[in-house]
């Protein structure tokens, strides 16, 4: 079974810090994607990851998908309380549908 | 604009009846859709996947008989919590996949569903 194991699974930090969320799986996955969801609303895509060791930048965040393509990882540079979500990595399993990791609940105080 | 809609938005039933949830595609045919539980500060769960024409496969542990799943056109999937109970109250989000050039998922705004 693949598995997308997340962490932190909470972060409160306050503005103007920055913060790393994690994405880790023991399987090769084609591409991982990274959605981030407010309250009573369906997740948005932020970004799909394709190619081993690639990085892509969005505005202050910045994601990276490791070599092995099995890991990704979500850098947000100066958090702002704009960024305050529930931040997701998923992926297509081997049946094609995609499952999330378990998410990561970020608070940012202004 | 949202290219997924589901309706209601939100809805309060009683213990014991039964509520339907919609699912639409709006401006494309979407042979397969999927829906996906989400309990408060926890992750999407996948429940089944609804094909167009035929039978919705289920992911372990989801019962059939509990959650049907109609998927009558290439716009249209239904969820129908069946004999509802408070623990089935949760946010319940479909999705749609999108034929073409890497085959798009887009996601429902969602549906708060409250059995009391």
């Known amino acids: 079974t693949q598995l997308l194991e997340q962490s932190p699974q909470f972060l409160s930090i306050q503005e103007g810090e920055n913060l790393t969320v994690y994405c880790n799986s023991s399987s090769v996955f084609s591409s991982l994607q990274w959605y981030r969801q407010e309250p009573g609303e369906g997740p948005v895509l932020l970004v799909t990851?394709?190619?081993?060791?690639e990085v892509k930048k969005l505005k202050r965040l910045t994601f990276q998908f490791g070599d092995a393509r099995k890991d990704s990882s979500l850098h947000i540079t100066a958090a702002q309380p704009g960024d305050t979500g529930l931040y997701l990595c998923a992926g297509y399993n081997q049946g094609g549908k995609l499952i999330f990791g378990q998410g990561t609940e970020l608070s940012v105080k202004p | 604009g949202a290219v997924v809609s589901q309706h209601p938005s939100w809805v309060i039933c009683k213990s014991g009846t039964s509520v339907k949830i919609e699912c639409r595609s709006l401006?494309?045919?979407?042979?397969?859709m999927f829906w996906y539980r989400q309990f408060p500060k926890q992750s999407l769960m996948l429940m089944a996947t609804s094909n167009e024409g035929s039978k919705a496969t289920y992911e372990q542990g989801v019962e059939k008989d509990k959650f049907l799943i109609n998927h009558a056109s290439l716009t249209l999937s239904t969820l129908t919590v069946t004999s509802a109970h408070p623990e089935d109250s949760s946010f319940y989000i479909c999705?749609?996949?999108?034929?073409?050039?890497?085959?798009?998922?887009?996601f429902g705004e969602g549906s708060w569903l409250t059995v009391v």
């Open positions: 999705s749609a996949r999108r034929q073409g050039p890497g085959n798009t998922i887009y």
């Open positions: 990851v394709v190619t081993g060791g």
């Open positions: 401006d494309f045919q979407a042979t397969t």
